[in-house]
């Protein structure tokens, strides 16, 4: 099911930027009991992208009400909102009158096992390097070949996630996740600062942290970091939290920092 | 004038993976006397980024037979070809059977004056970087907001091309043409092994000075080295070659090296 510019149709033109450059935005929201979870954070994310690219704002409420009509048909779903420079001509200059496509889609809900939140997953390293971008770095855009690689280098089901580096060998991400290890009583996570995309999930487990005094430090950090970590999880909006409890041939248990935060998300996390 | 998968058409289906990913590749080639200029060497380039991003091929004569077919209704113009790796389910992970699309389309030549390639342009530097990434370093993706970010640099039409740096700030290419410099007898552009695409004119003329004993260096190079240069030229398939007369504040000549391959590709620039 997947409305255009609040039209039932699933097809763009050709000449939508977003399909010749990518020229565009996207948001990935979890459906809970019919409705977007966390919409205010990804209403919040998808206006810094449209600041940072210079696409003009969708109307908030206008986008709230054509997401709530679409979520109504799925107990549990996961909307997809993409929001594009619009129709343009050929060549990168943006046209003088901008007019954004806005295209919001219903999927199902990925059939995930339990075992995933409960138990872990089995994690590996791309190759596939993130490039460097300071503009482009936090922002949810269209330009997603380097993920595409990343998850094209593996078919092996055993594995789960792969582990993204950026180009100075620092661990940023997973393909479709943010990643974060506890060491000693602190929480880390890839600062987003030149490249990685700065996730929800990842937004509110920082805010709750910060909060609820656990400590938290957005760094740049090594392999060797990472693999010296107590406890290792990835998360977006749709998983929620998953342990990784194999990386490089290394075990980890699903810790009490890994536990307490899926508690803190709880009836989140119990409703996906 | 769109052709979609051999059919007039044009839309595409929000599920491609072009518009959802930049998940595909494209050409841009000129029409001259209503056929595909240097067909032989967009089609080449067209092979080796779908085997980079691992996108079945198009079949060679069928697409070869519908870019005729759409050139003849232009005796001058611009053909765009776009492969995408076709519909896929939400999230990065290739489907297993790739049906990939093909999308055809015919534009209008640009409408620039002839003092361009005769007198020269004025270029600038911007502030986007190229990321680094040497596996989509060459191809011509769809992944192209670093492009569509630097051409927003400016708007002044007294400018018409910006040079963009990758994140090692080493020159690359401009936003839409590459960059050459000649310096005492000795032509140079951009290593395309980080960062940059590899354009069918700067092939061509490298190909040229090789068989017609001018030496032509491909390094990666600074500003300082570039603005030290004897002469300064963009080109691409559209465009043939535009000599740089200013840049940075630094005026340069129409020179020598510059007039001489605008001769050897006599016919085709001054069909264009």
Redesign the interface.
Known sequence: M?L?NGEFR??????????????GL?E?IAVVGGKPAFWHQHWQRLQSGCRC??IPLPNPEILFSEAKNLCRQADKG?L?I?VT?GAGG?????PNDIVPNR?L?L?PF?DYPDSYKEKGITARFCT??????T??AGIK????????????EWTDPAIQEGIMLD?NAHVIEG??TNLFYAKNDTLYTSAIVQAGIAGVMRHIILSLSSSRGLPAVEHLYSINELLSADEIFVCNSIIGIWPVNRIADTDYPVGPKTKLIQQWLGGYNQEM
């Open positions: 997947i255009v699933d097809y763009i033109e050709i000449a939508d930027r977003g399909f010749q450059y990518g020229d996207f990935t690219l210079n996961v997809k993409i420079r050929r060549g990168y200059r943006q295209v889609s999927h990925p596939t390097r993130l490039g460097l971008n503009v482009l855009h269209l330009n997603r070949l380097e993920q595409v690689l990343a998850r094209a180009n393909t479709m």
